[in-house]
């Protein structure tokens, strides 16, 4: 059984159909790469797999449970999280603060016992701190610590936004173009976050538009056109898929 | 000599002098202006209630007014035509404040931005009509009368009533520092810092496995319970209690203190209402242009200081400390 699994997923806004009766489905521990023209639905696709736009028709199977209903929240707490195409962190506040933040999920005082602040709410202050502290390094933010995170550069960001969403402790994470607006010569410091967070053995999903990373990282590729899959396979076969080549007419050179 | 120094000028060094003017001052002024502090006291409570929906939680509510409204009537509803006692009844009514909150926060903060704010806004219309029109339960438009004060305390030297105005002055300041000293706790631990997330922004906090309205709706209600609890507090300082109280205006003038004094901060509720309430009585401003003059004020604070005073006072600190290291 696949990690995940969609079928038949159709999102109509109004007359058109962003994402068009998709089935593919995500094996536990691979790199699938998510790729095609501006506009294909790739977004919105990430947006149906995080509950964040419920689908016209169609399913979302996670881990054997049928998740295609469900709120944000509870998709992130079944362990899918995600980043946005438009960098999202918490721009008013620190760096260390957005991941204490990202930690509150896991918080179980109530409402009580962290006004009053019982030992047990404050231990578990501490452990979020902490917890907090391993992801920043692990994204390599350390020295960015307490700098206010609008100040951060895109590249930097990126790191924050992918922090955060590790900060739920994802099985599965979605990447919406990671290296968006960013630098050519920070891509790769980008790239070898992402072969990190493979190796605690996350399963990836992953939207890019920069096809030599693409190539070269993706287990698999599923290809997207007006909302349909139209290929899938090894990053070689939709290189030299025809309907592909198509679709990116004029794009050729990139492979 | 040098931390004496440092307390002195740090935060907490003002907060402490704050607290003893307010307790010195009152016995040396007269009872008009004890009067007067009451209200600042009982008017800054209600800005808290503000300032955690929409200070720290971005839900801007209009309706908070109607809260210290349900507060207050409950309360005088309770003593006077139940029969129940100070405390069971201040209990009660808070209780009924909040399952108020509760309930108009489910169907309203779905709604977000100004439709969120028109349903406040509208909740708080129906709110002071029906305080006006349920003559048999409210008394109507003449309000409602024989209000108890708290019961007397016995001490050794005899019994603390609050008959007067300088023991029910300190008995408010003492709400007002118990709602400040759990506000400042609450919006430090991870529950506020979750409220705060959400007036960051609410998609990346959701995607972080956070049940925002879930969130907002406790916020919602904490916050009618803080205007419920200024509201009881009106309610038995005033001994009588008419549907003004409730006007949706009201509600309105609550959110300029808050926005003058710097939402999202500790000190706003009380640097905005002592601003907006001390000033028309210095300058002896005929109380039925406060409302306008409110406005006003509002405007020109949003125009040239949306962070409010207090907000300002930190940039302000912000940038001369930048100075010093640069
Ligand atoms: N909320 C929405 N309402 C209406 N139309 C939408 C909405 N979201 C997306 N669309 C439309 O759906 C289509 C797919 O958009 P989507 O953002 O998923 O594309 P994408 O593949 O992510 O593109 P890009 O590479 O530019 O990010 C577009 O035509 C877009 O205009
Ligand atoms: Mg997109």
């Known amino acids: ?255 | 000599m040098e931390t004496l120094k440092n307390i002195i000028l740090s935060k907490t060094g003002i907060w402490l002098l704050l607290l003893v003017l307010a307790v010195v001052i009152p016995p040396m002024v007269g009872g008009y202006l004890t009067s007067m502090l009451i209200l600042i006291c009982i008017w800054t409570i209600l800005c808290f209630s503000v300032n955690l929906i929409y200070g720290y939680t971005g839900q801007l509510s209009l309706g908070q007014a109607a809260f210290f409204g349900i507060g207050a009537y409950a309360f005088g509803l309770l003593t006077v035509k139940v029969g129940l006692g100070f405390w069971p009844a201040f209990f009660l009514a808070i209780v009924i404040t909040g399952i108020f909150g509760f309930l108009i926060g489910i169907p309203a903060l779905k709604l977000r931005g100004p439709y969120f704010i028109l349903v406040t806004l509208g909740f708080s219309v129906i709110i002071g009509v029906v305080f006006v029109a349920w003559i048999e339960l409210t008394g109507g438009a003449n309000g409602l009368a024989g209000i108890p004060r708290p019961n007397p305390v016995p001490l050794p030297w005899g019994e603390l009533s609050f008959e007067s105005l300088l023991p029910m002055y300190y008995f408010i300041l003492f709400f007002l520092i118990i709602i400040m000293l759990l506000f400042s706790r609450l919006v430090k631990s991870l529950i506020g810092k979750t409220f705060i997330a959400i007036s960051y922004n609410e998609n990346l906090t959701e995607s972080l496995g956070i049940n925002t309205m879930g969130r907002k709706i406790m916020s919602f209600t904490i916050s009618a319970v803080i205007a419920g609890i200024a509201g009881v507090l009106y309610s038995s300082y005033n001994i009588v209690i008419s549907p003004e109280i409730a006007y949706f205006a009201k509600g309105m003038d609550v959110v300029a203190y808050l926005i003058v004094g710097g939402a999202g901060t500790m000190a706003g509720p009380f640097i905005g209402t002592f601003i907006l309430m001390a000033l028309p009585e210095i300058l002896q401003i005929v109380p039925s242009l406060n409302t306008l003059i409110n406005g006003i004020i509002l405007m020109l604070f949003l125009l040239f200081l949306p962070s409010g005073v207090s907000g300002g006072i930190l940039s302000l600190k912000e940038k001369f400390s930048k100075k010093r290291i640069g």
């Open chain 1, 1 to 255: 059984m696949a990690l995940l699994e969609i079928s038949g997923l159709t999102k109509r806004f109004g007359g058109l159909s962003a994402v068009d009766d998709l089935n593919f489905s995500v094996k536990q521990g691979e790199l699938l790469s998510i790729i095609g023209p501006n506009g294909a639905g790739k977004t919105t696709l990430f947006n149906l797999m995080t509950g964040f736009y419920k689908p016209t028709s169609g399913k979302i199977i996670f881990k054997e449970k049928d998740i295609t209903r469900s709120k944000p929240h509870q998709v992130t707490r079944s362990g899918i999280s995600r980043t946005f195409q438009m960098t999202s962190i918490y721009s008013q506040t620190t760096v260390l603060e957005n991941l204490v933040i990202g930690q509150a999920l896991h918080a179980k005082s109530g409402l009580c016992s962290s006004i009053i602040g019982f030992p047990s709410a404050n231990r578990e202050r501490k452990k979020i701190q902490d917890k907090a502290e391993e992801i920043l390094s692990f994204v390599g933010l350390e020295d960015k610590r307490d700098k206010s995170a609008a100040g951060l550069t895109e590249e930097a960001q990126k790191r924050l936004s992918i922090g955060l969403a590790l900060s739920t402790e994802p099985e599965l994470l979605l990447l919406d173009e990671p290296t968006g607006g960013v630098n050519m010569e920070e891509i790769s410091g980008l790239i070898d976050l992402v072969d990190k967070i493979r190796q605690l053995n996350i399963t990836i999903c992953l939207i890019e538009h920069k096809m030599r990373m693409v190539m070269s990282i993706s287990d698999r590729i599923i290809v997207l056109s007006y909302g349909k899959n139209i290929a899938e396979g090894t990053p070689d076969a939709v290189a030299n898929n025809e309907e592909v080549i198509k679709a990116y007419l004029g794009e050729r050179c990139v492979f």
